[in-house]
């Protein structure tokens, strides 16, 4: 709901990078959508710390209760001691998250860079052509289908490798047939 209406303590938490805490929100001037619409959810107290790291606020750690005036300054005190090591921890999971969607793009290059490299290969064959003639082939084919250039190419490999199998096929069948 915060995010929808872009107001409330955490919403707050992390734009102004420092702790909220109100025990009335049905009554909370700071978030006039957002505060009422909880309170009438049975929602009153809310004390949110922002994930703070000395570059960036990576997101909030929220706690919310039904009664009123639920959290202390103590209780925020506590909160912001653990803040601190969460907001590394939230970071440590970005980054490993974006690592490892790089690994997933990089690996899905590698492979699609191997594909384009065999049909190239395969075009050469068929044509007699330059590795960069049948790689304009290729590029004409991918844009004349309106395909990316790594669909066509592992169309094109998928392609020999079916006339492969199926020439192999009719060489065994016809050497059985020879033998028998």
């Known amino acids: 709901m915060q995010y929808r209406l872009g107001e409330g303590p955490c919403v707050s938490a992390v734009a102004e990078g420092r702790t909220f805490r109100s025990g009335n929100l049905g009554g909370e001037p700071l978030w006039p959508r957002f505060g009422p619409r909880v309170g009438r959810l049975g929602v009153h107290s809310a004390l949110s710390l922002p994930l703070r790291l000395v570059e960036r606020t990576v997101g909030a750690l929220n706690v919310?209760?039904?009664?009123r005036e639920s959290f202390t300054d103590y209780d925020a005190q506590v909160g912001e001691a653990f803040?601190?090591?969460?907001a590394v921890s939230v970071?440590?999971?970005?980054?490993?998250?974006?690592?490892?969607r790089l690994?997933?793009?990089l690996h899905h290059a590698l492979s699609s860079r191997a594909e384009i490299d065999q049909a190239i290969?395969?075009?050469?064959?068929?044509?007699?052509?330059?590795?960069?003639?049948a790689f304009a082939r290729l590029r004409e084919l991918s844009q004349g289908r309106q395909l990316k250039l790594a669909e066509v190419a592992r169309e094109l490999v998928g392609d020999a490798v079916r006339r492969a199998r199926a020439?192999?096929?009719?060489?065994?069948?016809?050497?059985?047939?020879?033998?028998?």
Request: glycine share 14%; no cysteine; net charge negative.
């Open 64 to 67: 919310y209760a039904h009664g």
């Open 83 to 86: 803040a601190g090591p969460a």
């Open 103 to 105: 690994i997933e793009r």
């Open 91 to 100: 970071a440590n999971a970005q980054r490993l998250a974006e690592a490892e």
């Open 167 to 180: 020439r192999q096929s009719r060489d065994i069948a016809d050497s059985s047939g020879e033998t028998g």
């Open 121 to 133: 290969g395969i075009v050469m064959s068929r044509s007699g052509g330059t590795s960069k003639e």
